[in-house]
């Protein structure tokens, strides 16, 4: 089955840098990629995904990459912001699986 | 549009005592459906999921039960608490699809067992 591993635990920026937080898979059939953020208290939502036939996705100040050869993802965001701060989740399945496998989560502190 | 609905949202239950989650999804059929627990400070763990009525497959053996009597409606119960049952409880829906399959999470339920 597949397994999901991220890294960093817990990460520390001022704000205004970039954070970079990644995840690699086990399961080379995997090939839909979501990420959710969870602040305090609060249900994950859903903030990006990305799908195998793409390499990078961007929204605004979030952005993923994909590299499958490697069968790694990332999630990067730019000028980061208080509000940036929560735990974020990755996320992999392949296709035709109802189960997502989920990392075990990064929290993120932006500090102003 | 699709809405997930859980209740209760906050509850303080003595250890022995019975539990029943409950879970509704608007505005979309035969959804997947699934039960996670997270611990405070952790991760998501998968507890249940469903892909119709009456299926539910179990991926942790404990001594929780879930049920799905309706195609929109997912229950998760437990006949005697643990302390260790104590977390924060998500109901969460998706509907496979040839792109992904996105799950998304209702408000949660906070469980305390005392």
């Known amino acids: 089955g597949e397994n999901v591993e991220q890294h960093p635990s817990t990460l520390s920026v001022q704000e205004g840098d970039s954070a970079v937080i990644k995840c690699t898979y086990s399961?080379?059939?995997?090939?839909?990629f979501p990420w959710y953020k969870q602040e305090l208290g609060k249900r994950p939502q859903l903030i990006i995904d990305?799908?195998?036939?793409?390499g990078e996705k961007k929204d605004q100040r979030i952005a993923v990459t994909l590299n499958k050869t490697a069968k790694h993802f990332s999630l990067h965001i730019t000028e980061t912001q208080p509000e940036d701060s929560a735990v974020y989740f990755c996320a992999a399945t392949p296709t035709g699986f109802q189960k997502l496998v989920f990392g075990t989560g990064t929290r993120l502190l932006v500090s102003p | 549009s699709q809405t997930i609905h859980q209740w209760p949202a906050t509850l303080v239950q003595p250890v022995g005592s019975p539990l029943s989650l409950e879970c509704t999804v608007e505005?979309?059929?035969?959804?997947?459906l699934y039960w996670y627990r997270q611990a405070a400070g952790r991760g998501l763990q998968l507890l249940f999921y469903s892909v119709g009525i009456g299926q539910i497959s179990s991926e942790v053996p404990q001594n929780l039960s879930a049920s799905r009597p309706q195609d929109r409606q997912f229950i998760l119960s437990s006949k005697k608490l643990l302390l260790s049952d104590s977390g924060f409880y998500l109901c969460?829906?998706?509907?496979?699809?040839?792109?992904?399959?996105?799950?998304?999470f209702g408000e949660g339920s906070w469980l305390t067992v005392v």
């Open positions: 990305i799908r195998s036939n793409v």
């Open positions: 969460a829906w998706s509907v496979l699809s040839r792109s992904g399959n996105t799950i998304y």
């Open positions: 399961d080379s059939a995997s090939n839909y």
């Open positions: 505005g979309t059929s035969n959804p997947n």
